[in-house]
């Protein structure tokens, strides 16, 4: 134990926030109230407030409160009826166009946007990093969130149908609405699994996982009444062996991200 | 205004959550009270309770307190003093290898993990998605906290002293610590220039830059004492024309990343 992690027994570790971040469930049934004008606008100046690379806020979220679109968008998810269903269904977009159209009057000769690895991972992180404080203030106002990778399945479609110019992609959905179901929490990975200490410990993470899929299976034996306990480590062979949505280097690089 | 957005006037949008997402400040100065291993405990709790695509959990944090690594990975940052003068710096790693090594008893054949830029998007949001709610509930225990994406620039080295194994690569590093100063709020973008209602608005979002550009160079003005008021576009443009970190492509091939 370093002498900078000090010992204690200091009881300040609960507050209402931390409670907030340990009772997150992801919801996906929704009550038919609506989400305020007001409320939104709160869950996106929190989510302007997150960090941000060199104050770039590289991002844009558009809000989809049309029928209509949100029934195509729940479609090309991979029919997700939650997403047509909630009452505002957010889209984050990692988004660089905003960057570029309003640098291009300070640049001058040959000078212009250059596309790098680099970029496409600012704009990704600060896109997932206000997203996640807009879930945070969601929750603190009584809402639940789920979000949806699922758009990355169709992601040009998606991109089409909301008018996403060069430069910008949509990351991922996000359902919002007033929660119509109380999930159970969803046991994570043991501490030591993901927290290391000066170093990478390769050992102690896989060795970590055995007994998470104990615990897993433990959790999905109860929530299916006996039905289903595969171990997570077996999931995870699952997914790991048929890829999916092996379009996006091609759809990225039509964007402008990624080509070096 | 769509129907799902109701006008509203209640007054319940004020919150000790949404209070401390507005305040949040970047913090490069820190005292030199140690933070303990029972916050640091709760912190990547609350970091782990984020939501995850498919619960793989993709992510792992080095906790750097050794104050010879530390000034090390100050110095790789591009000498940030306040990577060394922090109790602890923590470095966010997108992480593959530990769901590849779990899954290999699971996997028979020729099966195995397949590269694809999917994985390393599912990778990196959900490390950022963690570490957005371990920035939160740093915050809420009354520590302050600066997102380090200066790791990136000498990522290679970073990930050696780190002993940093294939499919894991450092996404960035966040100072956490007690306060040492209290800098003002940065204005962020008009509410109106990152969101859009149904489908994205390329005009607006661009017009929306020219009150912000006179917003900042009020901003600047005021905290240098009238020396500076360079407007945000100006700003921009100039990252924008000298790109950076060139060498992250080729160093995520390396890992293991985007290589279809």
Redesign the interface.
Known sequence: ??????????A??D????S?????V?IRKFRQE?????????I????????T?????A?????????A?KSELADLAGNQAYVAEC??FLVW?A?L???????????SGA????D????F??A??DT??A???A???A???GLG???I?GI?SKIAEVSER????EL?YP??GMCVGYPDQTPG??P??P?P????????D?EE??RQ?QAYDSTMSDYLRKRTGGAKDTP??????????E????H??DF?EGKGF?R?
């Not at 134990?1 to 027994?9: A, F, P, Q, T």
């Not at 907030?20 to 997150?24: D, T």
């Not at 909301?162 to 110019?165: E, M, N, R, V």
Request: proline content about 4%.
């Open positions: 134990m370093s002498k900078n992690i000090r010992e204690s027994d200091d300040s570790l507050n209402a926030v931390l907030l971040l340990a009772g997150h992801s609506p989400v305020s004008a007001e409320q939104l606008a709160a996106i100046g929190a989510a302007q407030m997150a960090s690379s060199s104050n770039v806020q991002y844009s979220v558009i809000a989809v409160t049309d029928p679109l009452p505002v977009c988004d166009y905003r960057l570029r159209e309003a640098a291009k009057p300070h640049l000078a212009t946007y250059e790098s690895a680099e970029n991972i600012i990704t992180v997932a990093l997203a996640q404080n879930a945070v203030a929750e603190s106002l969130i789920v979000y990778g990355r909301l008018g996403l110019p910008v990351l991922f929490l969803r994570r990975l501490l699994a993901v927290l290391h200490h000066n170093r990478y390769a993470t896989v996982v997570w480590s077996a999931i995870m062979a699952g997914r790991l062996a890829p999916i949505r092996l996006m280097k990225l990624m070096r």
